[in-house]
């Protein structure tokens, strides 16, 4: 049995903190904040009184501490996850950081937050789920104290699941070179591999944010999974100023060892920029060599063999723990699904925790990425938002942030959206918009809707997407009769309730049957 390498994101987490060497340095932001539940005038201001404030650290999910009132609905676990808070936090910059750009990453905030930086508005997101960042260097203040003030809204947002409230998952600070690599920046593709050699073409996208143009040299190197050095190249570039280019660099690997879910091998990407012969800027990129195909009479195929896709669809929260993102919870999570046979995630249904991918690379599990619940029973967007423009920066962000994981074979945009199964409101144009879009940033997966109305069939959504994939039941026959030539996947193929390793008799005669033990037995007879 080949032994599995499991250290390439330690690896990498020490080699981006030895990176403050040279100009970029990844900051963790998660402690010593402040948070009050409820609005406030002027909170954002910098001379704002929080001393009563309760001090907290990040990642934090306050609807989980509020507790649970049985007239709320329960689709969202009758929890108080609807309302206003602000969270601040004083920070200051290091020696040195003055002429560097500074960058704040967030993996996700519930819902619709507004960033303030020193009393100025920084920016705003509308999609709780999606990671996103801003360029606050203007903002900042060098020499002396800043403040970051955060207002969360979820009464605009709406769910059919447990969504949780607040900062619940991480925030970095990342301050750079004024040329340097852009936030999500490399892009790795892997378009031949065979056990002699793989080809691997990175895509490199370079900001330089100077007033006046800069020659860069930009080096590229693999390490294996043992990391050794196993390709390399370098070239120079030109980046005119204040603009950003995107260049391309091919490498050869020799005997790639190969990602797959019984030997997750991971590579490492190293980027550098070298302005006059000193390393300015370096980040590192996590990626594996892997084959893979769907086929529409033999299924799917991984580093050519047939695999069985044996599945389950992972909310984002933690059951009692909440929406807060817990590395471990979520690591003992996917322990246990590995444990019950499970090689394959589906992300429902929305953008997960970057470090649930994280996981499923270094553990060998297939993921079925997926971004959007139905629209016909929610907006994902507010009314009145421009679509396109909405889809755009959503979807770049998703498919930006999650192109590199070899454990990312499939793409959904969405799940169960009724107003595109049947064409209405401009339906099939959403559609094809969203379609579009993944393509754009990453041709090298299948994409697909997910479905549940057979009757839609005949209305062939399916001819805007790459592979048939049903809910339940065999509603799947008829689009794959209407269409032979696409893959068929089932990924929510039955849905109960059990308490783990309880057992309970009599049985229960229809579904929705509950005894008084507070508890449903784990014979799966129980379903929502």
Sequence with gaps: MKKIYRFSFIITFLLIISASAFSREVVNFNRNWKFHLGDIENAQATNFNDNDWRKLDIPHDWAIELGFDKNLPANTGKSNWQGVAWYRKNF??????????????????MAFPEVYINGKLAGKWDYGYNSFYLNVTDLINFEGENVIAIKVDTRQHDSRWYPGAGIYRKIKMISTSPVHVAMWGTYVQTPSINDDSALVHVYTTVNNETDIEQEINLH????????????KNEKTITVPAKSQITTEQW?????????????????QLKTSIFENGKNTDEVLTSFGFRTFQLTAYDGFILNGRRVQLKGVNLHHDQGLLGAKFNRRAMERQLEIMKKMGCNAIRTSHNMAAPEVLELCDSMGLLVFNEAFDKWDEKADFLPGMDFDEFAERNMKNFVECDRNHPSVVLWSVGNEMGDIQFNLNAGFEKLNTMVALVKKYNNTRPITMVSDNKFSAPWRHFDYYDFHAWNYGRRYLPARKLDTTKSVIISESASTLSTRGFYELPLPEKKTDFTKSLQVSSYDLNAP
């Design 92 to 109: 200051e910059m290091k020696a040195g950081e003055k002429g560097k750009q500074i960058y704040f990453l967030f993996d996700g905030i």
């Design 220 to 231: 590229s190197k693999i390490f294996n999974p043992e990391n050794k050095l196993s390709a």
């Design 251 to 267: 490498l050869t690997v020799r005997k790639p060892q190969r990602w797959d879910i019984e030997s997750p091998f991971l590579y």
